[in-house]
């Protein structure tokens, strides 16, 4: 009890360290402490470092490699910047809770903002992304004070409406030059021109700043703010969370990352009508992505998207069949790995991690120097 | 004594239903204050009131003479009142940790230096995990840090609750039934812990109990509420011995 | 021309109302959003050209048939994909309807392919005088169908037993199954009243759209949107939201031009929503703390 009353004087006074000197039943517990949190951070908050640089090294060299084309590229890219949508999906719906079924519209947001840029203003491609994502995040930011109120399945018919709604705007109002299309010219980072393999390169560098943002935010205050406001919303208002604050930032991010995606799907095709952006089924394969992947993880969207680009990518020839396979992998997914394939691939390197730090977990209950040291290598990994 | 919190006159109605009729309350700076009457009394609806969940239609409410009526909960936590609930309110499928660490989300500080890992976050983001853990030492919860809160039994849940309360370091708290279903052993160790609050990190505490001994015990001064209306107001001793809470609790002889 | 306007908008908004309830029905019993309604109507006109052409069978005896196919559909929806995942959360349960959706795509388009067959039943389309607003036969016709589907469902809801049941299960799940009721036949009971409804929906609007897997996709939004007008639990709600989605898009439709149709369903949703967020009927606020 007597190393409790020093915890709680020290907890009073509100500074930190020194507890662990006060009396050596103090420095077991501190350790307890230490070791218990070093799990649930290995639990709940670390993520697979290695094996993300890994596979953005594998697709930083996939260009280069003997026998892959310009083509091939493209393709990756195109599949990179539905990850990349998705992301922005999974921001809103897999961290706070709130299901969207129109970001299609910030797709187009973002696409149509850099496409008149460069039209008009005839900016390059860095613009373009700026510029876009900074719009779709506005508007974002407004759609997501209009929608304050709304959630559950109130919020995916509103998000809907607004699919529609930028769908009927891009058809109707001259600006956007409705179902001829704008067409865009050669694509310029700075000055140079950039062709397939160029543009593979900027998608790739897109992806790897979005997922660090997400990693950052879902690491952050600010992410534990979205997820408490996902999971107990009055609970979360009595932590002194800012609910009309948070759920706005949410929207703004999320449209943000979407707005990104829009402008490099407007730019790799270099043609934009309405007839694309105007489809409100964009908004739900971006859902479906986003769920099947598993929307509250970090590497969710990119297995999402890649099952949902790609199934009708091979399945090109048996259009019919491939509708009822999607239907059938859908369902058999939600079945059988309702927390999404990113739960599922997951599942091994959890288990490695969780093994070890039960081992460390377990000599550190006779409190060794050596198993205190082991402790601090396994959680700066 | 100064008075901490306060409110005068509060009205709330539920269509027909009058749950807070002329409700005035003063806490005092430091004190345990406990809030009694019989179910439906309006003591929820009092303390949702205080903690600004509920709008009421008359009435004034005072944060150390502050004029604080029109105040969104968030804004009271930064105030330094902290609540817990009725009917456990956690993020069931969040870890202890996580739980309380959200309890701290007033102090992250800005909040998009956090979100971009500007350098000062890191280093709060640190003090914050080591507050959180000796918050959870404070209420025996260190070995149940990395516990999903789904997965434990209720009086530890009851605890990770006030956790989560004290992790905005508070000046005030609002225990709404901190014992109610929790068996004998682990109410005694409860009051024991709302006495260190109190005593050790100067937290005034304001009670909502219908466990008599518990409130008795611990209680520097007690309110009693009736339908909704104030009805008596005294220490433990005189409140026991009150005509009209007797009468209120075992019902009037006619 | 006004007049005529908000007659047609009435009975293209009572079809919207037959999807609009099954939603609601659906919805409030088993907390499905179900995308697949539409679907189930569009297979039940594909079933109605089968019946009417390659077996010669006539009207009357072919919309028994439909609809009994129609609701063993909706049941065997239930067993196979929602059943296993029921205890889930609204989300996955919305995402596998998705699932239904593509997979009864797929299907029609396999079978019957993809573009549009003429119903062997259509309507004259002289118009006839009510009140001395002109509307067509086709629209009567399917008006005085809804009504009675209506009237049925009223009556179906207030008199029977399985229908008292029903209800009961939408109050509270976990109370009715406590007092003795089946709650997972009612759930399936549920399934085919979607089913039913589908039937109708499917059979009386083939006449007018032409059948196609596509058939049904604006049909089922509009119904979903009405659904959500009415908040989601009101059956009067989403008939009366159908309705009023019918007439104001008729009207867009007549006075700003044929594409602001959708749009203006959607505007209207969205208003609504911003001012009461849980809709017209809506439950606005549960007690919580
Ligand atoms: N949101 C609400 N809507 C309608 N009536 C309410 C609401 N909240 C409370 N009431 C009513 O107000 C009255 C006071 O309720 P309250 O919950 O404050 O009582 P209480 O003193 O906390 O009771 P208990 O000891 O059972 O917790 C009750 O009659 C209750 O039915
Ligand atoms: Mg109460």
């Known amino acids: 009890m007597n190393e409790m009353g020093a915890a709680g004087r020290r907890f009073a006074r509100g500074n930190a360290l020194e507890a662990a000197n006060l009396a050596p039943e103090a420095a077991a517990h501190a350790q307890r402490q230490r070791l218990a949190l070093a799990d649930a951070k290995a639990r709940f908050q670390k993520q697979n470092w290695v094996g993300t640089v890994a596979l953005f090294a594998v697709a930083a060299l996939f260009p280069v490699l003997p026998g892959v084309e310009g083509w091939m590229a493209y393709t990756v890219a195109l599949v990179i910047i539905y990850v990349i949508a998705t992301q922005g999906v999974a921001v809103l719906t897999g961290y706070t809770g709130l299901v969207t079924v129109g970001h299609g519209g910030f797709l187009a947001i973002g696409a149509y903002t850099s496409a008149l840029l460069t039209k008009h203003y005839h900016t390059e491609l860095i613009t373009g992304l700026i510029a876009g994502g900074l719009m779709s995040a506005f508007i974002g930011c407004l759609l997501g004070l209009i929608f304050l109120r709304l959630s559950g399945a109130f919020m995916a018919i509103g998000t809907l409406g607004f699919a529609f709604f930028v769908g009927t705007i891009v058809n109707n109002v001259n600006l956007f030059e409705g179902r001829e299309g704008i067409s865009l010219p050669k694509n310029r980072i700075l000055i140079w021109e950039i062709g397939d393999v160029g543009f593979y390169y900027v998608a790739l560098a897109v992806f790897a700043l979005t997922t660090l943002l997400v990693y950052c935010l879902v690491r952050s205050g600010v992410g534990r703010a979205l997820m408490a406001l996902r999971d107990a919303e009055k609970a979360a208002e009595s932590c002194g969370i800012n609910r009309v604050f948070y759920r706005t930032l949410a929207f703004s991010l999320s449209a943000f990352i979407t707005g990104l995606a829009g402008v490099l799907n407007g730019h790799i095709v270099r043609f934009i009508a309405s007839e694309v952006y105007a489809d409100i089924w964009y908004s739900v394969d971006f859902l479906v992505a986003a769920i099947v992947g598993g929307s509250s993880f970090l590497m969710g969207p990119l297995l999402g998207g890649i099952f949902v680009a790609l199934l009708p990518f091979f399945l090109e020839e048996l259009r019919e069949l491939a509708f009822i396979l999607k239907g059938v992998a859908l369902i058999l997914v939600l079945m059988f790995a309702p927390a999404g394939l990113a739960e599922v691939f997951g599942r091994p390197w959890r288990a490695w991690r969780r093994n070890k730090l039960e081992r460390v977990r377990n000599d550190g209950a006779r409190v060794s120097r050596a198993s205190l040291d082991k402790l601090t290598k396994l959680e700066a990994r | 004594m100064a008075s901490h919190f306060r409110c005068e006159n509060v009205m709330v109605r539920f269509g027909g239903v009058v749950a807070c009729n002329d409700v005035s309350l003063d806490v005092e700076e430091g004190k345990i204050v406990g809030v009694i009457g019989p179910n439906g009394a309006g003591k929820t609806t009092l303390f949702n009131v205080l903690s600004r969940f509920q709008d009421f239609s008359e009435g004034k409410l005072f944060y150390r003479e502050q004029r604080i009526d029109r105040f969104r909960p968030h804004q009271m936590v930064r105030l330094g009142l902290a609540r817990t609930f009725q009917n456990i309110n956690l993020f069931v499928e969040q870890s202890v940790l996580s739980n309380i660490l959200i309890g701290s989300h007033c102090l992250i500080g800005n909040p998009l230096a956090s979100l971009f890992w500007l350098p000062g976050a890191r280093r709060t983001e640190q003090e914050l995990t080591e507050r959180a853990i000796e918050t959870a030492a404070l209420l025996h919860l260190e070995r149940d840090l990395d516990t999903v809160v789904k997965h434990l039994p209720y009086g530890h849940q009851k605890r990770v609750e006030l956790a989560r309360a004290l992790a905005s370091r508070p000046k005030i708290i609002l225990l709404d039934e901190p014992v109610a279903g929790c068996n004998d052993e682990e109410s005694a160790e409860l009051e024991k812990i709302v006495r260190r609050i109190n005593r050790e990190l100067g937290i005034t505490v304001v009670l909502v109990e219908h466990d008599m001994s518990m409130v008795m015990s611990v209680c520097d001064y007690i309110y009693v509420l009736n339908f909704g209306a104030n009805l008596a107001r005294g220490t433990p001793a005189e409140i026991q011995s009150n005509p009209d809470v007797i009468n209120a609790y075992l019902g009037k002889e006619e | ?289």
């Open chain 3, 1 to 289: 021309m006004f007049g005529q306007q908000v007659m047609s908008g009435l009975a293209t908004g009572s079809l919207y109302a037959l999807t609009a309830v099954a939603v609601v029905v659906v919805f409030r019993n088993t907390r499905v959003i179900n995308l697949a309604q539409g679907d189930f109507a569009m297979i039940a006109a594909f079933l109605g050209i089968v019946f009417l052409k390659n077996f010669q069978l006539n009207y009357y005896l072919m919309l028994p048939l439909v609809i009994l196919c129609s609701m063993l559909l909706g049941v065997l929806v239930e067993r196979l994909v929602m059943r296993p995942i029921a205890d889930t959360d609204w989300l996955t349960l919305f995402t596998a309807t998705l699932g239904v959706y593509y997979i009864l795509h797929g299907v029609a388009g396999w079978v019957w392919g993809r573009d549009t067959k003429a119903f062997p039943v259509t309507f004259d389309a002289k118009p006839i005088s009510v009140f001395g607003t002109l509307v067509s036969e086709g629209h009567l016709f399917n008006m005085a169908w809804a009504v009675c589907i209506g009237l049925v469902l009223f009556l179906f809801f207030k008199y029977t037993k399985q229908g008292i049941a029903m209800r009961a299960v939408t109050d509270d799940p976990e109370t009715a199954k406590l007092m003795g009721i089946p709650v997972r036949f009612i759930v399936l009971l549920t399934w085919a009243m979607a089913g039913f409804l589908a039937a109708f929906a499917g059979i009386l609007l083939a006449p007018i759209v032409y059948v196609s897997p596509e058939m049904m996709d604006e049909v089922l939004v509009k119904g979903y949107v009405a659904a959500v007008f009415g908040g989601l639990y009101s059956i009067p709600g989403a008939i009366l939201g159908a309705l009023m989605i019918g007439v104001a898009e008729n009207l867009a439709g007549g006075y700003l031009g044929a594409h602001y149709k959708t749009a203006t369903a959607f505007a209207m949703i969205v208003v609504l929503l911003t001012f009461r967020p849980k809709g017209l009927f809506g439950i606005q606020a549960r007690r919580e703390i």
